[in-house]
């Protein structure tokens, strides 16, 4: 039992922040579970050949991935002491990955080595300060719909995630991009485990059950366990055939362990890209990833320290340089080891859901990361759809702090509603920021109140018009 006012209470702001050792213990297992789904995805996206035929390797992948996860995560805890959680960002793996299939000559180390690079400045930017001095120029009404998009991306990622809601393939005829189930019907056993776990999450958070998201995430999971070991449901699609009514990407199951394979870790090349694409055409990849992890950490972190209500009165985020610190130096690390850019995880928001306030469960999280490297049955036990339910109450919680937001004037509702939309709708919190961004910015403009934009918010504004116009430059450029 952790004593009130020891050094480690004192350290982590464990009292102070009303939480225990017993809460974030919970909650890092919360976290782990929710975001555990990355080291199978990961490989998955990283997974075709370069233009030289080589590929990173699926076992490889997964290891890093792991490794790098469990590092950085408790790097957060013991030096950013907030439970932020990091892993291979999404978005920028899947940008990693199209770019390096879409241009002749780029290799994996030449676009690992440009995740570096911005890395590398991302860090500048964190030690100057102006990273910081960005956070701070955004109006509170921005940052409270940063937290309410956030919280409407992470209900989507588990309402998508579980199956329960679904892409509509582009078809004639087609007339929306998502539907309910499985062409309008809720199939299989895996949807009713989901909703199933949605039930029992709800009852026991609005019964004040302790442990609520984490007893919902282990129930569900038992009964997955049990319902494949007898049904065989397989995976919704396992390399040759899609399965409607199977698992979203993990079957539970156990496979076993293995010695961690780490020797992608080094092999980034920071200026290959340079010299097979121009300085031009590299720079402009270097921008766009730069942008991504800049504007895509900042949102997170935002949305769940207010979620975690570790947000001061003046609404700053303490020790915010230390959490930026270690977020840029995921960059660095990520493409350092060939995983791609590691973030603040949105998911993250299952662990504060459970109770979990300081950095201790984020160094619970890394442990546990760093454990997954040897027993993959940790990885694979856990399907999207026993998590799935606690990420859609996680997200009613962030979304309530919608009525902070004055919806009376204009210069900042409009922006907040196009933040707080385009983030699920796009399914990225980068480009819900830019939108909200620019908005704010002309819409003030527009109302005669410039001198209420604080500068840093035009050059922000400025820098995602460029961001948006990537398409257009690259086709100038001629660039694949």
């Not at 907030?82 to 780029?106: D, R, S």
């Not at 998009?149 to 588990?158: H, Y």
């Amino acid at each position: 039992m952790l004593k009130q006012g020891s050094a480690l209470d004192r350290y982590f702001k464990i009292s102070e922040r009303g939480s225990n050792l017993s809460r974030e213990i919970r909650g890092g297992f919360a976290t782990f579970f929710a975001m555990s789904y990355i080291v199978v995805l990961n490989p998955l996206i990283l997974s075709g050949p370069d233009s030289s035929g080589n590929t990173l390797g699926f076992a490889a992948v997964a290891a890093v991935t792991a490794f790098v996860a469990g590092i950085l995560t408790i790097l957060m805890g013991a030096w950013g002491r907030h439970p932020f959680a990091l892993a291979a960002g999404l978005g920028v793996n899947a940008f990693v990955a199209v770019t390096v299939a879409t241009n002749p000559g780029l290799t994996w180390p030449d676009m690992m080595g440009l995740v570096v690079l911005s890395g590398v400045t991302m860090m500048i930017l964190v030690l100057t300060g102006f990273r910081t001095a960005v956070f701070k120029a955004v109006p509170d009404g921005l940052k409270t719909a940063i937290v309410v998009g956030i919280g409407l991306f992470i209900a989507l990622i588990g309402l998508v995630n579980a199956g329960f809601v679904r892409r509509i393939p582009d078809a004639a005829g087609t007339t929306v991009p998502v539907g309910l189930g499985f062409d309008g019907k809720l199939l299989g056993w895996p949807t009713a485990v989901f909703v199933f776990g949605l039930i029992l999450t709800i009852a026991l958070v609005v019964r004040k059950v302790k442990g609520a998201i984490l007893i919902g995430i282990i129930a569900s999971t038992i009964i997955s366990v049990i319902l494949e070991m007898t049904l065989h449901i397989g995976p919704s699609f396992d390399g040759t055939t899609a399965n409607p009514q199977g698992w979203s990407l993990v079957a539970p199951s156990f496979t076993g362990w293995s010695a961690p394979d780490l020797s992608l870790i080094g092999k980034a090349n920071p200026f290959g890209a340079f010299e097979h694409l121009g300085f031009v055409a590299a720079t402009l990849l270097a921008f766009v990833i730069l942008l991504s992890i800049f504007f895509d950490a900042m949102g997170t972190m935002v949305g769940l320290a207010n979620e975690a209500g570790t947000v001061d009165k003046d609404g700053n985020i303490p020790d915010v340089d230390r959490v930026l610190q270690v977020d840029a130096l995921g960059a660095i690390v990520g493409g350092g080891a060939s995983v791609s850019s590691n973030q603040i995880y949105v998911e993250a928001g299952a662990g504060i859901g459970e109770g979990a306030r300081t950095g201790v469960a984020s160094i619970v999280t890394g442990l546990l990361f760093l454990v997954a490297m040897f027993f993959t049955p940790l990885i694979n036990l856990v399907p999207f759809e026993a998590v799935a339910p606690a990420l859609v109450v996680v997200g009613f919680m962030m979304v309530s702090q919608v009525g902070k937001i004055d919806w009376q004037d204009w210069g900042i509702a409009l922006p907040a509603f196009l933040t707080m939309t385009l983030m699920p709708f796009t399914y990225s919190i980068a480009n819900g920021l830019g939108a909200g961004f620019i908005a704010y910015v002309l819409i003030r403009a527009f109302q005669g109140r410039i001198k209420d934009v604080h500068p840093l918010m035009w050059a922000v504004a400025g820098a995602f018009l460029l961001f948006f116009a990537v398409g257009p430059i690259e086709a100038a450029l001629g660039m694949p």
